[in-house]
T-cell receptor
Framework: AQSVAQPEDQVNVAEGNPLTVKCTYSVSGNPYLFWYVQYPNRGLQFLLKYITGDNLVKGSYGFEAEFNKSQTSFHLKKPSALVSDSALYFCAVRDDVDSSYKLIFGSGTRLLVRP | GAVVSQHPSRVICKSGTSVKIECRSLDFQATTMFWYRQFPKQSLMLMATSNEGSKATYEQGVEKDKFLINHASLTLSTLTVTSAHPEDSSFYIC????????????FGPGTRLTVL
């Protein structure tokens, strides 16, 4: 069965410091991995995805994530956090052997960047 | 990139009434759309998979007679919350699958439903 874990409910970081939001996954086949951000009362905004190819994926707003197959992880990173990055972040996975194309979401991590 | 719209963005209704939410893929055809529900400060919960021209597939625990889904065309799926009650108040988000883009899902902006 597919699953996604975001072990941290909240991550606090000072503006200008690097940030990491953790995500691990479990699938039967090969994973398609996604990160989304959600601001209050808004839908999901796509940040980046890993489908195949280079393990380091660069996305919107300076975010990047590294696919690590041995550790089944896809942590989200940014070298220098901004106060405006404060939001709710979701990791999601799709199993390439699942013909339903369902996305499984993690529980979400709230990022708080203090000035 | 692919764009998905939802209408309305916000709706307030009285208990016992029915509410219809539309999800449209604006620049691609979507044979499959998905409906999610999100409670405050929680993750997205998949309610059902909407397939064009056939019946929707509901997740366990989701009442199909309560949440009616119609996917009549390749660009439109509707979710009707029938006989709404205050506990149905939630944020409803749809997504549409683009088969030309690794079957990636593109998300709508969400609909905030408040049942009085």
């Amino acid at each position: 069965a597919q699953s996604v874990a975001q072990p941290e409910d909240q991550v606090n970081v000072a503006e200008g410091n690097p940030l990491t939001v953790k995500c691990t996954y479990s699938v039967s086949g090969n994973p398609y991995l996604f990160w989304y951000v959600q601001y209050p009362n808004r839908g999901l905004q796509f940040l980046l995805k890993y489908i195949t190819g280079d393990n380091l994926v660069k996305g919107s707003y300076g975010f990047e994530a590294e696919f690590n197959k041995s550790q089944t992880s896809f942590h989200l990173k940014k070298p220098s956090a901004l106060v405006s990055d404060s939001a709710l972040y979701f990791c999601a996975v799709r199993d390439d052997v699942d013909s339903s194309y369902k996305l499984i979401f993690g529980s979400g991590t709230r990022l708080l960047v203090r000035p | 990139g692919a764009v998905v719209s939802q209408h309305p963005s916000r709706v307030i209704c009285k208990s016992g009434t029915s509410v219809k939410i539309e999800c449209r893929s604006l620049d691609f055809q979507a044979t499959t759309m998905f409906w999610y529900r999100q409670f405050p400060k929680q993750s997205l919960m998949l309610m059902a998979t909407s397939n064009e021209g056939s019946k929707a597939t509901y997740e366990q625990g989701v009442e199909k007679d309560k949440f009616l889904i119609n996917h009549a065309s390749l660009t439109l799926s509707t979710l009707t919350v029938t006989s709404a009650h205050p506990e149905d108040s939630s944020f409803y988000i749809c997504s549409a699958r683009d088969h030309s883009s690794y079957n990636e899902q593109f998300f709508g902006p969400g609909t905030r439903l408040t049942v009085l």
